[in-house]
């Protein structure tokens, strides 16, 4: 029988911080990879570029063309 992976220190870490962040409860979300990225693909919102990543993009895009 073969089980689910548990999810990393970081996905755990990054489900907590989005549970608190929409007032939400986890329930068994930390036990599983599956259930954990779930979690986290429901609750993560998708935010706009910070100013270093723009000039990063930027910095390459003249560097390789």
């Known amino acids: 029988m073969q089980q689910t ?25 930390l036990t599983s990879f599956r259930e954990c990225k779930t979690f986290i693909d429901k609750y993560m919102q998708i935010q706009a570029p910070t100013a270093r990543m723009i000039a990063a993009a930027e910095s390459a895009a003249k560097r390789y063309k």
Do not use: F, Q
């Open 5 to 29: 992976p548990p999810p990393t220190d970081k996905m755990k870490a990054l489900a907590m911080r989005l549970a608190d962040e929409n007032e939400v409860t986890l329930n068994g979300e």
